[in-house]
């Protein structure tokens, strides 16, 4: 039994490894994304090497990758999805100068 234990515990670090390595950085394209994003609901933070961190207010951060795909934002780890976010609008200058996207209908101001 333990050793069945320590087979599955070696299976899963090497399938971690083998997803972290495989991560790669997000497209030029997508540079629009990067940095530190709010909205009343959502905390997010994206990095050009395609680590992001992921929070819902009040509900602890979560370390993730983040993809771009079609107008999705995803945040995942390994196999899980934490959060996908539809790209309603993408980020633009408003009337008042601030940067913002729209996520969900929810409105993020860069910080």
């Known amino acids: 039994m333990k050793s069945r234990i320590l087979h599955l515990s070696l299976f899963i670090a090497f399938l971690s490894f083998l997803t972290v390595s495989c991560q790669k950085s997000l497209a030029d394209e997508h540079i629009k994304y990067l940095g530190s994003w709010g909205s009343d609901d959502y905390s997010i933070e994206i990095w050009k090497d395609g680590h992001g961190v992921y ?57």
């Open 55 to 111: 929070e819902k207010r009040n509900k602890g951060k979560i370390d993730c990758f983040v993809k771009v795909k079609g107008n999705r934002l995803i945040f995942e780890s390994g196999a899980i999805n934490h959060k996908k976010f539809n790209i309603d609008q993408d980020p633009h200058q408003d009337t008042n100068g601030n940067t913002i996207m729209i996520l969900d209908g929810d409105t993020f101001y860069k910080h």
